[in-house]
């Protein structure tokens, strides 16, 4: 038979939300994971460029592109902290995959559901090489939509099965506890930072908010914790003290974009930082010991959509979970394009 040129898979969210529990929640994250894994791996091989954004007051738009050489992908995702009063998510997002030989699209999929659990699973898959061994405490500072995928894909990769909630809003803290309250973990609800610090031996700060602010100070984070600071990822937009940082070792993922968009903005462009891929292929040192204090500086990178993308085309035809979209123009005749519009405006033939 022949292929369907004008047809693009298409996933939906509500497939995707179908997807995510067909496969399971957690053995989604650990799969996906796995492909990020596979793709920081060979790190050398990707078109690399720091993602396009178009800044605004009230948030951010950004185009973030990458291929392999074989298949290209990219991803339109937005961050507007304001939208959750209005009833609107903080971030969304939808991705294209495309095949490089002949430019054609091979997949367009919702992102919004896959950007919370791609930055899950690399957060997870950052700790897995740089956390405490054998780490159960993560605290959880910004209990909204990122946090209970951040929270099982620490517990599905590192074993992470306690708990500690904060938010200045108690309700979302409340939420998070509610939503997660099947998965087995130890949840406790903190009333300030300093509360929820106590124990921890990682930290997860995911707070949404246009602006420098200080989530964390110095005097809260003790030796050998680990860092995941996933909020800060715009310029102007940071979680941390820069004191914290100061005494970190500090891993990121594409220095000339984190450098604008990290937490790491806040110091000289030439302070030294590692490269998480270096640190997969062994390259580089990840912990060196057990007082380090390490920060994955996270902003999130196109390769980690790349793999995502990759992850959920892998599993369209075993699932059929997809809908096919017709996308693309295709004449009989390819240079008869303006044939084929006049003919659809013709009554079909008897
Ligand atoms: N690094 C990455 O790859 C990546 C990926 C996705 C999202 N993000 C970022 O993560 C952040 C969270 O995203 P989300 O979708 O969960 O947003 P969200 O709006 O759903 O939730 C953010 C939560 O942070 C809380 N908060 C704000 N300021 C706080 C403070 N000072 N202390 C404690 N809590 C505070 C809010 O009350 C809210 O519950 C955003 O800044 C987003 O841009 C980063």
């Given at each position: 038979?022949?292929?369907k040129?004008n047809v693009v898979p298409f996933v939906s969210v509500d497939s995707m939300?179908?997807l995510?529990?067909?496969?399971?929640?957690?053995?989604?994250?650990?799969?996906?994971?796995?492909?990020?894994?596979?793709?920081?791996?060979?790190?050398?091989?990707?078109?690399?460029?720091?993602?396009?954004?178009?800044?605004?007051?009230?948030?951010?738009?950004?185009?973030?592109?990458?291929?392999?050489?074989?298949v290209y992908g990219f991803k339109y995702?937005?961050?507007?902290?304001?939208?959750?009063?209005?009833?609107?998510?903080?971030?969304?997002a939808f991705g294209v995959l495309a095949d490089?030989?002949?430019g054609y699209p091979v997949l367009l999929t919702e992102m919004t559901?896959l950007?919370?659990?791609?930055?899950?699973?690399?957060?997870?898959?950052?700790?897995?090489?740089?956390?405490?061994?054998?780490?159960?405490?993560?605290?959880?500072?910004?209990?909204?939509?990122?946090?209970?995928?951040?929270?099982?894909?620490?517990?599905?990769?590192?074993?992470?099965?306690?708990?500690?909630?904060?938010?200045?809003?108690?309700?979302?803290?409340?939420?998070?506890?509610?939503?997660?309250?099947?998965?087995?973990?130890?949840?406790?609800?903190?009333?300030?930072?300093?509360?929820?610090?106590?124990?921890?031996?990682?930290?997860?700060?995911?707070?949404?908010?246009?602006?420098?602010?200080?989530?964390?100070?110095?005097?809260?984070?003790?030796?050998?914790?680990?860092?995941?600071?996933?909020?800060?990822?715009?310029?102007?937009?940071?979680?941390?003290?820069?004191?914290?940082?100061?005494?970190?070792?500090?891993?990121?993922?594409?220095?000339?974009?984190?450098?604008?968009?990290?937490?790491?903005?806040?110091?000289?462009?030439?302070?030294?930082?590692?490269?998480?891929?270096?640190?997969?292929?062994?390259?580089?040192?990840?912990?060196?010991?057990?007082?380090?204090?390490?920060?994955?500086?996270?902003?999130?990178?196109?390769?980690?959509d790349f793999?995502a993308l990759r992850?959920v085309r892998?599993?369209l035809?075993?699932?059929?979970l997809y809908e096919e979209l017709d996308l693309l123009?295709?004449?009989?005749?390819?240079?008869?394009?303006?044939?084929?519009?006049?003919?659809?405006?013709?009554?079909?033939?008897?």
């Open positions: 038979m022949l292929p040129l939300m179908k995510v529990n067909t496969v399971g929640v957690e053995r989604f994250l650990v799969e996906l994971a796995g492909f990020v894994e596979a793709d920081f791996k060979r790190w050398e091989s990707f078109d690399k460029t720091p993602r396009v954004a178009s800044h605004s007051a009230e948030g951010v738009i950004e185009l973030m592109p990458t291929s392999d050489g074989e995702v937005n961050g507007h902290p304001k939208n959750t009063r209005e009833g609107r998510q903080t971030v969304t490089v030989g002949t559901i950007t919370a659990l791609r930055t899950a699973a690399t957060s997870a898959l950052a700790a897995k090489y740089l956390a405490p061994k054998g780490a159960r405490t993560m605290a959880i500072i910004g209990n909204g939509a990122q946090s209970e995928f951040q929270a099982l894909a620490f517990k599905a990769l590192l074993g992470v099965d306690r708990l500690r909630l904060h938010d200045i809003d108690s309700s979302a803290s409340r939420r998070c506890a509610r939503n997660l309250a099947d998965f087995g973990f130890e949840v406790t609800i903190c009333s300030t930072v300093e509360e929820v610090m106590l124990g921890a031996e990682i930290v997860t700060t995911v707070t949404a908010d246009k602006q420098n602010a200080t989530i964390l100070t110095d005097n809260m984070v003790g030796p050998g914790i680990h860092i995941n600071a996933v909020g800060g990822d715009c310029p102007g937009k940071t979680e941390l003290h820069a004191d914290i940082l100061r005494r970190s070792g500090i891993f990121v993922e594409y220095p000339p974009q984190t450098r604008v968009e990290g937490e790491i903005q806040q110091l000289p462009v030439d302070y030294p930082v590692t490269e998480l891929w270096q640190v997969m292929t062994g390259a580089a040192e990840g912990r060196v010991n057990s007082r380090q204090i390490t920060l994955f500086d996270s902003v999130g990178f196109a390769i980690e793999s992850y892998e599993q035809a075993r699932t059929g123009a295709d004449p009989d005749e390819p240079r008869d394009l303006f044939g084929m519009l006049l003919r659809a405006n013709q009554p079909a033939a008897a």
